[in-house]
């Protein structure tokens, strides 16, 4: 069937990427990218989570799936264009993921307070093994810092058949990294995916400026 609407497209992916880049401070990851078909299983914490994996599969130039709650779908079904599925259509990730995308599965199914990993559901694990792809555990943390705007750390392990230990292990690396960082600088040993907003801290408006000016405060 004809898509009607071909435009919708390019128009979507433009807002998703206008809105992490003025939402954001910037969007960082560390670890291996996986070069073909696998399911990416990060934690979930924070509304921002889908759109950062949306972003960091663009930048990977990787064919993308998201699994994603029914009710959610439906309230937003124009995600489907940005490779979004119903939660239960998981046959349908698995061929997708067999195909070689990235197919992201939240595995503990619903945003969860920052802290521990909640309970692991077995889809992601089921997926990765139906398809016959590795499945990754993804640590993923939206966080104020130093600056005005939350920053976006994605820490990619290793394909694991334990996707509760490796992914609470992931999770307390990216943890400490924080804790242990200049927070007005990016974690070190991350490479940039999305430059984002800049904080007021690094930039001085044109009302700043002027005042400086009028005052004749240097």
Known sequence: MPDRAPWATPVLKHSIRRSLRTGLGG?????????????????????WDGYVMRELAWWAGADF???????????????????????????????????GAWV?????????????????????????????????????????RGGQWPEA???????????TGALTHELGLLDAELAASDPEQ??????????????GSDTVDWPARLLTLITGDQ
């Open 27 to 47: 969007v960082w990851v560390r670890g291996s990218m996986p070069p073909g078909g696998a399911v990416l299983a990060p934690n979930h914490n924070s509304w």
């Open 65 to 99: 799936r998201i699994l994603m709650v029914t009710r959610q779908l439906r309230r937003f079904p124009f995600l489907r264009r940005m490779g979004a599925l119903e939660a239960g259509r998981v046959r349908e990730a698995a061929h997708s993921a067999r195909n």
């Open 104 to 144: 992201a599965v939240f595995p503990e199914g619903a945003v969860q307070p920052v802290g521990g990993l909640a309970e692991v559901h077995p889809g992601a694990a089921w997926i990765a093994r139906t398809a016959g792809v590795p499945l990754i555990p993804v640590a993923l943390r939206v966080v104020m």
């Open 153 to 163: 750390y994605l820490r990619i392990g290793g394909a694991t058949t334990d996707l």
């Open 186 to 199: 990016p974690l070190a040993g991350y490479l940039r995916v999305m430059r984002g907003r800049s904080s």
